[in-house]
């Protein structure tokens, strides 16, 4: 007879493996958006809860770490209740529980891995931690659901910038990474020089649409070369020269020509180094994650770069490019596939596991 909830997730994690179509649970909760949902046999999408904290940060200009996890805390009851209403399921139907447990805000991954460990606990079902980053990866497979690995992968949000070579569903190669801030973050803090509000992303791309790409000359050497790591804090520096530079002379700067010119300089060089990653490593795939992919000049450059060489260009529907938890849900999927399920001692960490070798 098995006695604990661990013996009894071992035997309900085979179980999982044996159905042709499981039910999993995702948790989200490592940033501002406090998300849950349903995904059925890992790639079809039953149901999708988020509630995001943007208005409120926003308030602050960027994510204020406390409130994200008082936010987290007062809403992730009803966020899963919404995704499991909506799914037209109780938690008894759910056969296993995937949650973020690690990269991102310590307070706000603790919510969701609490919150996740209590269900998995109280409802006896396996746990499975998911790294956001491999979440991000996983958002592909359900826009495309013949895609598999082998495949190259660029994955741009507010705190990574990585290429990922994509082994199997569970195992990563890092190739190149940010050696400073992560495109995501450039864009944001970019825009709030130019004083848009948070998430600067999204508001940056607006105001790029009527601008010239070329006015101003902005290059980065390093992200030029031959190294598959990026360096985006001295494209942000130089922004940041000209804005101030134009004021000190009471110069105006026409700033839809500074965000096309900052935006091309980033696009360029995540499609190009991305693109070349795949080429070297012999891969006829490449796909974009994370939040940035929401971009549509990144969409359409990488798309271009990736015609040009034959290389077949995926990326996540718009509504799975920022955080969610179906993809959670996803990539725990293939998780609890090739590995047994967590322990309840499952700690949330700062840090991607995703390390260069
Ligand atoms: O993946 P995500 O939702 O959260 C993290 O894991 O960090 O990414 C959020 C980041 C923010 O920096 C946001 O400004 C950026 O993605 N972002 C965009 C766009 N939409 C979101 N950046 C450029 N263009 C966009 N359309
Ligand atoms: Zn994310």
């Known amino acids: 007879m098995p006695e604990s909830h661990y013996e009894k997730s071992l035997i309900k994690a085979a179980e999982y493996r044996k159905k ?3 039910l ?21 999408v039953v149901s999708t809860s988020v509630h995001t904290q943007i208005p409120v940060h926003r308030l602050y200009g960027g994510v204020v770490p406390e409130i994200a996890s008082r936010s987290h805390t007062e809403r992730i009851g009803s966020v899963v209740r919404d995704a499991l209403d909506k799914a037209g399921v109780g938690l008894s139907d759910i056969d296993a529980i ?16 609490s919150f ?4 998995a606990l109280a409802a006896e079902k396996p746990l499975v931690g998911v790294d956001h980053i491999t979440g991000h990866i996983a958002a592909n497979y359900i826009t495309y659901p013949d895609l598999e690995p082998t495949f190259m992968c660029i994955v741009a949000s507010g705190g990574h910038s990585h290429i990922v070579r994509v082994n199997s569903y569970t195992d990563f190669t890092l190739i190149g990474r940010t050696r400073d801030d992560a495109a995501g973050e450039a864009f944001d803090k970019v825009a709030r020089a130019m004083g848009l509000p948070y998430p600067g992303g999204p508001e940056l791309e607006k105001l790029a649409k009527g601008g010239d790409t070329n006015a101003f000359p902005l290059h980065t050497a390093f992200n030029e070369g031959e190294s598959f790591d990026f360096s985006f804090s001295g494209l942000k520096t130089a922004v940041v020269n000209i804005l101030h530079n134009a004021e000190q002379k009471g110069e105006t700067v026409n700033k839809a020509d500074l965000a096309a010119s900052f935006q091309r300089a980033v696009t360029d060089a995540l499609t190009v180094k991305s693109v070349r990653a795949a080429r070297d490593a012999g891969l006829t795939t490449l796909a974009l994650a994370g939040g940035v992919s929401a971009n549509t000049t990144l969409r359409e450059r990488l798309q271009r770069e990736c015609d040009k060489y034959g290389i077949r260009f995926c990326r996540p529907d718009m509504k ?14 293939y998780e609890l596939l090739t590995r047994d399920p967590d322990e309840l ?10 390390q260069l070798q």
């Open 20 to 22: 042709t179509a499981p």
């Open 320 to 333: 799975y490019c920022t955080d969610n938890a179906a993809m959670i849900a996803c990539q725990g999927h």
């Open 24 to 44: 999993i649970l995702g948790i989200e909760s490592s940033c501002d958006e406090t998300a849950a949902a349903v995904v059925r046999g890992g790639r079809d």
């Open 116 to 119: 996740a460990k209590g269900l």
């Open 98 to 113: 995937a949650v973020t447990y690690r990269p991102g805000l310590i307070g706000a991954l603790l919510v969701g891995v």
């Open 345 to 354: 001692s499952l700690d949330p960490n700062a840090a991607s596991f995703l």
